[in-house]
């Protein structure tokens, strides 16, 4: 920032913005807006930051200016100077906030601003409240707008900012007795309609409907007089609840889902929780999850009480209100009181039922949450005890059997079959990939129904919930698999020398890189081959997740398992007895083994196998 002229006593200072904040204004002054009024929503919101500020300064501190004046915001119009002002009794502005705070903004936000702004043909004013660059949206109705602030601290003076939304604003020295700002804004020739008292309640209405302070246009106040959270229930309109939501967090998708508490007894707990609809907002989001405000005595005493609720609820947003909670700055006092252990315990409570009634209210509802955010459900069985039996009730799976559906455990359990002991599972990378498993063949020959993970989530999940109801979670590539009734493997094709003689081959082929050994399989009908793993291998699930996150990893050695009843086999059995240096036999095995990695989504580099692929081929179309 620079200084043009260092002046003395009263004389206007003029300070230059900050490169990013002239471009934006720029932009802000020169584009054409569709809904311009929303400038009103965030001075508004500002002024109720402001207001929630001083509130808060005010527990803990004596001296504050003004200490008895109503926590209020006024707005008024003036059609012949065609002016708008809005003043609040906030927590004001010192000479140095003015400059600081309305002179300069965080870069990486003015920068995301103007590219987003670039990027849209129409800038849509809703980009701006959600880069913290709020303040200058003014500068898109107005062409001079002046700043006049007193501080709370008992002894700063009143100072006033001004600019024409050009590439500098000035300083001055302001006569206001009273805490908080004024905000007077000189309407642009086309923006006069907003200079009405009648078009103001309107955007307050629609915008600033549910702030926590009054707003008043005279003696009139335009808000709703009491929090929507802490009326009940069934007083609100089903339609305040996603209006509410967007005024609260500024998406404009509907929520999934809402949940409205309000009680005295057995905790005085006033509480509206929202589920998004989406899980990340659009590009122009700059949080993922959400976030909880934390009231006490209608006092906001925690933007983001993300202690509030077990982590893996953090998608959720809203806000908590509780008289019974201490007044008491310290996060850590706050965290530690019991109230607050209570209010927790409930909230998640509630959720859980308001989740399960969703489930059998409205299928395709809660598929659409699980789909958001069923990976949070699973990082809480990964990470969580306490909740571990309402967690696994909202699980779902694609399975063998649910078609375009997805299955509960309790589902899954229901169709289990006779002398079935355990939950089978397949994992792969994708849903199609799971379908087409080679693992899956002996068990749909026996009407076994499988698990079709194939969510990143799921391999942290397994790795600490193994078991639903005494009945354990099973990998179906387990080499010591054994399935319950009765499925004939396909008769057998080759003698027990030759198989013997191929085995010994392929594994000396392979190596042990890549198989620790190569047998007859006991359960294959379809596919010649498939690769298993040895019960005591190491974290194959958390290997799965290294190579769905792109990581570099190494492919264990497996067990090969052979189909002794596929004529793949049994000729290829044949070849090598023939000619024990057939290259013909090395290259099918070598391909056999590529073949069921790729089916397990496990290999890496596809295009090596073209070589072999084109001399198996010529080998094939030899006359
Ligand atoms: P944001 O609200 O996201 O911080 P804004 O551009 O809306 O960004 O406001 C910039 C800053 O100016 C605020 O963070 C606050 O410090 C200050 N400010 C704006 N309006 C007021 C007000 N009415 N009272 C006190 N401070 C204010
Ligand atoms: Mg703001």
Redesign the pocket.
């Known amino acids: 920032m620079t200084t043009e002229n260092e002046t003395t006593a009263d004389a206007p200072t003029s300070v230059a913005f900050r490169t990013e904040v002239q471009q934006l204004l720029h932009i802000l002054a020169h584009s054409l807006y569709t809904d311009r009024e929303i400038f009103l929503r965030?001075?508004i919101?500002?002024?109720s930051?402001?207001l929630h500020?001083v509130q808060f300064e005010m527990l803990t501190n004596r001296e504050v200016r003004d200490a008895d004046a109503e926590l209020a915001i006024r707005l008024s119009a003036d059609k012949d100077a065609r002016t708008i002002t809005?003043s609040?009794t906030?927590?004001?502005?010192t000479r140095e906030?003015l400059i600081?705070?309305?002179g300069t903004?965080a870069q990486s936000?003015a920068r995301a601003f103007v590219a987003a702004a670039k990027e849209a043909q129409r800038p849509s004013s809703e980009i701006i409240?959600q880069?913290?660059?709020?303040?200058?949206?003014v500068f898109m109705v107005a062409d001079k707008v002046t700043?006049t602030?007193r501080s709370y601290q008992a002894e700063a003076e009143a100072a006033c900012w001004e600019s024409t939304g050009g590439n500098t604003f000035t300083i001055t020295h302001a006569e206001k007795a009273e805490r908080?700002?004024t905000?007077v804004l000189h309407l642009k020739d086309d923006a006069d309609e907003f200079a009405n008292d009648w078009k103001l309640e309107q955007i307050v209405k629609k915008h600033s409907n549910f702030v926590a302070f009054p707003i008043y246009s005279g003696e009139r106040r335009l808000n709703e007089q009491q929090a929507l959270w802490r009326k009940p229930a069934r007083e609100v309109k089903a339609e305040q609840y996603p209006e509410f939501y967007r005024q609260l967090t500024m998406d404009f998708d509907e929520p999934l889902l809402h949940l409205h508490l309000s009680t005295d007894v057995p905790v005085d707990l006033h509480t509206i929780l929202f589920v998004p609809a989406k899980r990340e907002r659009g590009i122009l989001e700059r949080r993922i999850e959400g976030k909880i405000k934390l009231y006490s005595r209608k006092i906001l005493i925690q933007e983001d009480a993300n202690d509030l609720l077990p982590n893996f609820f953090r998608f959720l947003e809203g806000l908590v209100d509780s008289e019974d909670l201490p007044l008491n700055v310290s996060r850590e006092m706050v965290q530690s009181s019991p109230v607050l252990q209570r209010i927790r315990k409930t909230l998640t409570g509630r959720l859980f039922k308001e989740l399960n009634e969703l489930a059998e209210k409205d299928a395709d509802k809660y598929a659409a949450f699980w789909k958001e955010f069923g990976p949070f459900i699973k990082e809480g069985l990964a990470t969580d005890y306490e909740f571990r039996d309402e967690l696994t009730k909202l699980l779902r799976f694609n399975t063998t059997k649910s078609g375009e559906n997805l299955a509960t455990l309790a589902d899954y359990k229901s169709r289990m079959l006779e002398g079935q002991t355990e939950i089978y599972y397949v994992q792969a990378n994708d849903l199609e990939a799971a379908r087409r498993s080679p693992h899956l063949d002996p068990l749909e020959a026996r009407g076994l129904e499988v698990l079709l993970m194939h969510d990143l989530m799921d391999g942290f999940m397994l790795g600490n919930f193994r078991e639903y109801e005494g009945l354990k979670l099973r990998n179906i590539d387990d080499a010591s698999l054994e399935l319950p009734g009765e499925a004939p493997a396909s008769a057998v094709q080759v003698s027990d020398e030759d198989f013997a003689r191929l085995c010994a081959r392929v594994k000396a082929v392979l190596g042990e890189e890549k198989v620790t050994s190569v047998r007859a399989s006991e359960l294959l009908r379809e596919n010649p081959a498939r690769l298993v793993t040895e019960k005591n291998t190491p974290g194959r699930e958390m290997q799965r997740i290294q190579q769905m996150l792109g990581r570099e990893t190494k492919i264990e050695p497996r067990v090969l398992e052979l189909n002794r009843g596929h004529a793949l086999i049994a000729n290829l059995a044949g070849r090598n007895s023939a000619n024990s240096d057939d290259p013909v036999v090395a290259a099918v095995a070598e391909q056999l083994y590529d073949n069921a990695l790729l089916l397990e989504g496990l290999l890496t580099n596809p295009a090596a196998m073209v070589p072999r692929l084109q001399a198996l081929l010529e080998a094939a179309a030899r006359p």
């Not at 880069?131 to 949206?137: A, C, D, L």
Request: aromatic content about 10%.
């Open positions: 965030e001075l919101s500002n002024a930051d402001a500020r809005i609040d906030g927590i004001g502005m906030e600081e705070n309305l903004i936000s409240g880069f913290g660059v709020g303040f200058y949206s700043v602030s908080g700002t905000i």
